[in-house]
């Protein structure tokens, strides 16, 4: 199973399994965690040619050192 696979399967529980507030909750912080772990691409903006896409942060590495996003550099 990969970080997709665990996403899916969160977004489908918080639909239809009778989870509490609180266990939604925890779910919903898992779900955060998971989707930091898919990569995503790194853009470009107006003050750096390499850039988180989630905080904008400058970037040289597999993970955003500000926010944790893993990356990847589409080359």
Not at 9 to 26: C, F, Y
Not at 32 to 58: F, G, H
């Amino acid at each position: 199973m990969n970080f997709t696979d665990s996403k899916r399967i969160i977004e489908t529980g918080l639909v239809w399994a009778g989870w509490n507030d609180e266990q939604k909750e925890g779910m919903i912080k898992a779900m955060e965690a998971v989707n930091k772990q898919i990569p995503r691409k790194v853009i470009k903006t107006e003050k750096c040619s390499q850039a988180c896409p989630d905080c904008l942060q400058p970037v040289n590495g597999k993970y955003c050192t500000l926010c944790g996003q893993a990356l990847y550099y589409g080359y």
